[in-house]
C-alpha cells in the first residue's frame, strides 16, 4: 500500500519505539519522512534507515518547534503530516502523595505543550495548503484510572485529548483533520523500562488486557499510518483508541 505517496510527514520521538515504527511505516507508505528527536543518534539513525531527513528538536521548546515546522515547509514545500508523539513517563512520576512539582512540570512540559506547540506551528501551514492531518499520541489513561498512579502522565495525556478533541473541530471545515491516538500498553522501552521487565508488575496489568498482552509498536503504527491517510478522511476530532480491549473489558479471559 502506498497510501501516503509523496507525503511529507514530521514524526516526533521518532527515534524509538511507537515513533520508530510509525516512521518506517509511513516510509513503506510512500511518505517523505522528517525524523524529530532530542536523541540525535536514535533519530539520524531511523533517518539514515527510512532515506528520510533527522532533524534535531526539544519538542518543549517552543523556538525549536517554531523552526522546526517552518524548516520542513521551507525545504519540503508543504508538511501534510504531523504525528506529535515524543513522550516521557519518569519514575518519579507517581502517586500524588509523592510525586514534586519538578516531576510533575516536566511530564506536561514535554507530553502537553509539546503538542500545544507542535499543532499550533503546523497548523498555519496546513491552513495554507486546506489539507493536513495530526495525530497527536494520547494514551488510554486519559480514558481510564490507575491504582497504580503517575498522576502527572495521566493529567498529560487527558490534556493531549481534550486539546486534539476542541482542535479538530475548529479546523474541520479548512480540511485539516486532528485525531487523537490512544495506545494501550506498547512494548517499547517507555513500558518496559517503567515495569514490564518486572513479572509481578506486569501480570498486574496483563489481568486487564482482553488480548493477554501488550501490543507490539508496528499494530500502534498501523493505526498511525490509517489516521494519517485519505482512508481516515471522514475523522477528526476522535479520541482512536488501539488498546487489545482494555477500555471494553469488565473480566477478562482466564
Ligand atoms: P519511547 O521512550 O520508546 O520513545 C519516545 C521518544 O521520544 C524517544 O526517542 C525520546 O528520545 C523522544 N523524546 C523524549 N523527550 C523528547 C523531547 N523533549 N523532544 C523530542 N523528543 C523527545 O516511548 P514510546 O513508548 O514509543 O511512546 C511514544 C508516545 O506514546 C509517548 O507520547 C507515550 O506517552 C505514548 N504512549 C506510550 C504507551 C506505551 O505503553 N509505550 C502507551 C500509550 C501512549
Redesign the pocket.
Known sequence: MERLQDRVAVI?????????ATARRFAAEGAKVVC????AD??KAVADEVGGEFVA????DEASVRELFDGVVKRHGRVDIAFN?????PPDDDSILVTGLDAWERVLK??TT?VFFCCKYAIPHMQRQGKGSIIN?????ALLGAATSQIA?TAS?GGVLAMTRELGVQFAREGIRINAL?????A????MDLFAKDPERAARRLVHVPMGR?AE?EEIAAAVAFLASDDASFMTAAQFVVDGGITGAYVTPL
Do not use: M, Q
Not at 516526533?12 to 520508530?20: K, V
Open positions: 516526533t520521538g521518532a527515534g524509538s519505539g511507537i515513533g520508530l524529530v528527536d532530542i536523541s536514535a533519530g528538536c526539544d519538542v518543549s508523539n515524543a513522550g516521557i513517563s514535554v507530553n509539546s499520541t494520547a494514551s488510554f489513561v502522565y495525556k490512544c495506545p494501550g500498553p506498547v517499547t522501552p517507555l513500558l501488550f509498536p
